[in-house]
C-alpha cells in the first residue's frame, strides 16, 4: 500500500523525524483556510501516489491567499500521470506546506533487499531530481549499505553513511538522526520503501523531510489498524468490490478486461493480450471450481470500469466446469448492463457443454474463439473498434 505524502509525513512525525508544519485539504476553501493558518509563502502540493507532480503541475507555491486559491482550484480535480504513464491519478486532497528555506537538497532511502532479505540505507547529496538519473550518472554519489538486522540501526552506526556521501560536517549528525528514524519506521510499521526526495538543509541548518514516499507491506496491515483504515479509505472502487465479493483482482490501466481461472493462465492472459497490442485493464482470478454466481460476481466488477471497452473470458476447465462458466456469462447478461463485446474461449472440461449452452443463449456482441492467442487478437481488436 502506497501512503500519500501527506500520510507519510504524518507518520514521520510519530517517529520524530523533523517536517514541515501542513494541513491536509479536500477543497478550495479548506485550502485556503489553512494557507491563512499556516502563513506565506506556502506550497500547495497534489496528492497522488506517484512521482513527478511538480513537473505535471501539481505543486505550486503561493505568496498570498489569492494565489492559494488559484492554485487549490487548478490542482484540485486536475489528473496527473506518472513518470511513466501511469494514471491517471484524479486529485482529491493537497497538502498545504509552509514554505522552506532551503539551503541543500538531499536524498534519503530505506527499501527493503529482498535478494539479500535486509533493509538497505542510500544516501546521496545530490538530492531534489530523479535518483535513477544520479546513480546512473554517478554511481558513486549513491551510498549504499545494508542494515545489520542483529544490532540497533542508531545515528552512530548511520553516521558514517552520511559522512561518505559527503553531505557537510555540520549537518552529518541530524542527518544520520534522519536516516536512523527512516529505519525505524520501515521496521516498526512493516514498510517495504521509504524514500525523501529531497531531504532538506534548512537555513537554519535543521534536517527535514520535505517529501515522504512510503509504500507498506499489505500482508501487515493486520498489525497496523490506523494504516488499514488508510488503505479501506485509497482503495480503488473495484478493487473494494472485488474484495466484498471474495475475488482475487488488480486493476491496471489499459481498456481490456480479463477473466481467466488461475493465476497463471491469467497471467499468460495478460501477456498475450499485451502481445496482441492491447492493454489489460485488470487481473482477474476467478480462481478453480469457479460456479455461475462466481462469474456474475467477476463480471459485474470488470464491467464496472468505465474503462473497459472489451472482455476476454479464457478458461481452461480442470475442477472450473465450462458449462458452469457459460452458465454464469448467461445469468449475467440478464442482471446486469455489460455494455461492452465479450470475448470467450472455453477448453477442457465441459467445454462442448459450455459452447451449446452460449449458442443457446445467443447473446449479443458475444465472440467465441478456440485459441488463446485468436481470443486476444479478437478482443484487441473490438476493445479498439468500441474505443
Sequence with gaps: MDLLEYQGKQLFAKHGIAVPSGEVAATVEEAVAAAERIGFPCAVKAQVPIGGRGKAGGIKIAADAAEARAHAEAILGMDIYGPRGEGP?????????????????????????????????????????????????DPAALVRRHIDPTRPFTAQVARPIVEAAGLDEDVRDGAAEALAKLAEVAVAEDATLIEVNPLIVAADRQVLALDAKVTIDGNALYRHEELAEIADAAEDPQEAMAKEKGLTYVKLDGNVGVLANGAGLCMSTLDVVAQAGGAPANFLDAGGGSKAEAIVDALTVIASDEKVTAILFNIFGGITRCDEIAKGIVAASGQIDLRVPLVVRLDGTNSEEGLEILAEADLADLHQETTMLDAARRVVELAGNAS
Design 89 to 137: 491519478f484524479r486529485v482529491e486532497r493537497v497538502w498545504v506546506e509552509g514554505g522552506s528555506d532551503i539551503a541543500a537538497e538531499h536524498y534519503a532511502s530505506v527499501i527493503l533487499d529482498r535478494g539479500e532479505k535486509k533493509l538497505l540505507a542510500m544516501v546521496s547529496a545530490r538530492g531534489g531530481m530523479d535518483i535513477e538519473a544520479v546513480a546512473e550518472e
